[in-house]
């Protein structure tokens, strides 16, 4: 099993940039993929984009150019995935998560708790 954190959420101004940090632990050594999704009050939940453990990444077209996926390597020690956001508008307010898929699996079994983005116009 995989263990997720997400951190890094907060309020920004619309136009400013917000890292959030997911942090893997457990068995990470299977993880296949890492995605991002978020959810806005009243509304379904949305993928952002993904990563996979080969660094393929894809992202939805609501984001593209603004937001990067990548994983932190200088966390050596900690499987750690980021989502730079770049840009950032009112319409990326939502609860931000990451999710694990892990090898041989269709999918994702491992979601963080979640951690609120809120952008002010």
């Known amino acids: 099993q995989v263990q997720l954190v997400e951190s890094g959420g907060g309020l920004v101004q619309a136009g400013s940039s917000l890292r959030l940090d997911c942090a893997a632990s457990?068995?990470?050594?299977?993880?296949?993929?890492i995605a991002w999704f978020r959810q806005a009050p009243g509304k379904e939940r949305e993928f952002v984009g993904d990563r996979s453990r080969s660094g393929f990444v894809y992202y939805a077209d609501s984001v593209q150019g603004r937001f990067t996926i990548d994983r932190d390597n200088t966390k050596d020690t900690v499987y750690t995935i980021y989502l730079q956001m770049n840009d950032l508008k009112p319409a990326d307010t939502a609860i931000y998560y990451c999710?694990?898929?892990?090898?041989?699996?269709?999918?994702?079994?491992?979601w963080g708790q979640g951690t609120q983005v809120t952008v002010s116009s």
């Open positions: 457990g068995r990470t050594f299977n993880i296949y993929n």
């Open positions: 999710a694990a898929r892990q090898s041989g699996s269709g999918y994702y079994d491992s």
